[in-house]
């Protein structure tokens, strides 16, 4: 069996590609949007990581990983949280090369899938809201 990254590099590469998309709307890891005081922010969040993906015809053979990161967008104007979303999709939607700063930690991906997930708007907080997922296939 192959061996698979840590979760850690993946988490740096994806702080560093959506900071490097969306700059300067700032972007958190896991950021409780309670406490949000910006009128635009991104939060992201990993899930399942080294999930089994086998290739070949030996099913022992872990080919690829296959890790999934939500991206949520807040905005206060709607209209900002679909620009920035159309930022996001047009950059990593189909995406292949290097994932995150090459000299800290950023790893080949072979291909972004990113999907809309579906918007929303929070009345108590008064933000629009955009959740995308982004499946990113790495080669191990």
Known sequence: ???????????????????????????????????ATQPKFITWMLRNV??????????????????????????????????????ILQSLHGYTGVLGNPSDGGFYVAKADCQWLYNSYDNENKLAQVFIDCTIDIPT
Not at 6 to 18: C, E, H, R, S, W
Not at 58 to 78: A, E, H, L
């Open 1 to 35: 069996m192959t061996s698979q990254s840590n979760p850690v590099l993946y988490g740096k590469a994806i702080q560093y590609q959506l900071a490097s998309i969306v700059t300067p709307v700032p972007v958190y890891a896991a950021f409780n949007r309670n406490y």
């Open 50 to 87: 080294h999930q089994d993906v086998y290739t070949g015809i030996y099913q022992s053979v872990k080919g690829i990983d296959r890790p999934v990161f939500q991206i949520s967008i807040f905005t206060q104007q709607i209209e900002d949280g679909f620009t920035i979303s159309n930022q």
